[in-house]
T-cell receptor, first 113, second 111 residues
């Protein structure tokens, strides 16, 4: 069966520090991969998605970046965090085709101080 | 466009009450439709889905019917429980790789 893991689960970072969140998927190949952010009490904002290794689509201009160095690995990064980067970050994957659903990771809670 | 509009919350119900959370979408092509549930501090879990017109998705007593004529996918449950307290998200996948989510509806069920 397929599984998705992301880490770390919780982190507290000072403003201006770097960020790296990692997500891996097991049990499937060539998944579509996604990073979402959920600000407190708000809906989901799609940040990046990827349909293959090295292929990244950015939905919202910001100081975050994403990379997909391997088929089932998706990394969210920042060189310098802002206060506004605080939130709950969710990694997700889906199969190809329009009927497949998204499968979400457990989430990573980022607090920037 | 590709928007999903769902009922504003928060919603508070007594245990065993009937639940409806409205969801409408912008009609572009033939999307697949989903309801996700998020319990506090967790990621989203798929609750149910429907992939074509008139399909009914169901799970854990929840149901939603894909209504193409009204571009709606309303979530219903006949008798809610305290354990159903969560945030519910409606979503659509029009074609290809993108998913579009509503803003979420918070449900609190009181004993």
């Amino acid at each position: 069966s397929q599984t998705i893991h992301q880490w770390p689960a919780t982190l507290v970072q000072p403003v201006g520090s770097p960020l790296s969140l990692e997500c891996t998927v097991e049990g499937t190949s060539n998944p579509n991969l996604y990073w979402y952010r959920q600000a407190a009490g708000r809906g989901l904002q799609l940040l990046f998605y990827s349909v293959g290794i090295g292929q990244i689509s950015s939905e919202v201009p910001q100081n975050l970046s994403a990379s997909r160095p391997q088929d089932r690995q998706f990394i969210l990064s920042s060189k310098k965090l802002l206060l506004s980067d605080s939130g709950f970050y969710l990694c997700a994957w889906s199969g190809q085709g329009r009927t497949g659903e998204l499968f979400f990771g457990e989430g990573s809670r980022l607090t920037v101080l | 466009g590709n928007s999903v509009t769902q009922m504003e919350g928060p919603v508070t119900l007594s245990e065993e009450a009937f639940l409806t959370i409205n969801c409408t979408y912008t009609a572009t092509g033939y999307p697949s439709l989903f309801w996700y549930v998020q319990y506090p501090g967790e990621g989203l879990q798929l609750l149910l889905k429907a992939t074509k017109a008139d399909d009914k998705g169901s799970n854990k007593g929840f149901e939603a019917t894909y209504r193409k004529e009204t571009t709606s996918f309303h979530l219903e449950k006949g008798s809610v429980q305290v354990s159903d307290s969560a945030v519910y998200f409606c979503a659509r996948r029009p074609t290809g790789n993108q998913f579009y989510f509503g803003t979420g509806t918070s449900l609190t069920v009181i004993p």
